[in-house]
């Protein structure tokens, strides 16, 4: 331990190390534990590379070489797990973006904002993120136990879950049909059409496309488009979303210290460019869902209802690093702004960040985990007496006050138009 502070406080008192600095110090904990512990060399670099980064953003790291196939497949809307998104503050247990649909953790019950305070007994209160997804990811059939505190109520509980290969459906209707496909309507008597999007996946575009195009040819005249609860994804995908529905402009903008400017417009080949659109957003609504719903509110495409969104608005780049195993570095290196110019991210002591909504509507905890039951039980029904189905949905738009206000707005529009 002696050797160690020494090390430290030879790099404390560098106002800004530099490389030699840091590769001085790395070779110091190299020969200490030569001397003593013996750790392989690969835990050495992690641990010490972990450190280092810790100091940067928290969307910053390392992709090591045994997670590299698990970060392809989680990018490309593929892996092995029990299908959740989570998100980690420094100090705080693991919390829970959004479970995805038609996944354990889904049918399990898990819900967005829950808190993760230990995996397999492990507490994630100390734990990097990269650590938690390694617990809780694993090879199909085998289980994973969750200790689970939830808000709102006074004790943790234990779930144990079983893993799956997971294929990510990222586009969502308002109810499923006989045989699993989704009926896109919320209204069929003012046109008003539903889609929800839970994530963003090389497969979301073409998803979307789909049901748009269906909406269309049943005569729709209006869409509500949900991105609640949204953890973002591809840009890629997030800039062929926002183009189904614009004409022209800008959709996003990167831009960075030591970076090229770069600007994604849009195509005016969209499905829907010229109906009337609502956008729910919340406080869960993340990077590409922010990217989406603000090209939409500043080129006045459509209402924002809801929340303004979490702010996540950094960009990361891959880096190969060519030396030892090939590891990957996960760099913020830009970030996005939106055609109005401005800034999504969310800095620390930020006023601004993300997107306000034109309508703001609260929910109470209490009103988010009554819809998270109903449409848990809704989105997993395959064949269902459809009165029985009725009511679960009467019951989702009861208790959803900001879904009752987009469709109030699409139902006014209609009225309007016929005058």
Known sequence: MAGLERLMDKLRRAETPEHLDVTEALNGVGELNDRTVNLPLEVINME????????????TGMIWPYEEEDFRKRTMGQFCGIGVQIRKEDGRAIEVV???ADTPA????????????AVDDKDTRTMRIERAVKLITGKPHTQVSLTIQRPGTPKPFTVAIVREDIHIQTVKGWRRLPGGKWDFFLDRESGAGYVRLTQFT?????????ALRELRNAGAKGVVLDLRFNPGGLLSAAVEVADEFLRQGLIVRTKGRNVSEAERPASALGEYQHGNLVVLANQFSASAAEIVAGALKDWQRAVIVGKRTYGKGSVQRLILLQQGRRARLKLTTAYYYLPGGRCLHRYNGAKVWGVDPDLPVSLTVRQMNRMAEVRQETDLLKEVNAELLDKLLSLQLREDTQLQTALLLLQLEQLAGKK
């Open 202 to 210: 090389s497969d979301t575009a073409d998803e979307l496309r789909r």
């Open 48 to 59: 010490f590379a972990g450190a280092m980064l810790d100091e940067l953003d928290k969307f």
């Open 106 to 117: 889904f049918r399990a019950g898990i819900r967005a904002g829950d808190l993760i305070l």
């Open 98 to 100: 959004t479970p995805l």
